[in-house]
């Protein structure tokens, strides 16, 4: 088993969406497998850089660009998804139950001007 980098999947991680991958077309073999491809995609999502400041290890850029757009055109992510729903595993949850008060002039309150003193009738 290897320690995959940062952003990257794991093996078991790999075992369980492999099979969603379609099918390579061409008569020549790949010389970028899914799961690299697969990992450069992440690696952008996660850190949000550009396409172009992917790194060497994951491939040319524009051959991870072209994986994600078929992946995309064919449904994969939305495959991807209905097959692991059934497992969450509620690592990237976060629950929070603060609130913020606002001042009432920034909810929509009327906006009277001040009454000064010296306009403020004696008692």
Do not use: C
Request: aromatic share 12%; charged share 30%.
């Amino acid at each position: 088993m290897t320690i995959p980098k940062r952003y990257e999947i794991t093996d078991e991680q790999w075992t369980r969406i492999e099979d969603l991958f379609p099918p390579y077309r061409t008569g020549r073999p790949a010389k970028l497998s899914n799961r690299q491809a697969f990992n450069g995609v992440l690696w952008l999502l996660k850190s949000g850089a550009a396409w172009r400041d992917l790194p060497e290890r994951y491939g040319p850029w524009k051959t991870v660009y072209s994986r994600f757009r078929l992946w995309t055109d064919a449904e994969l992510f939305e495959k991807m998804f209905e097959s692991l729903i059934d497992d969450p595993d509620l690592e990237n949850v976060s629950l929070d139950s603060t609130s913020i008060r606002v001042h009432q002039k920034a909810t929509g309150a009327k906006k009277t001007p001040a009454v000064s003193s010296k306009t403020k009738p004696s008692a």
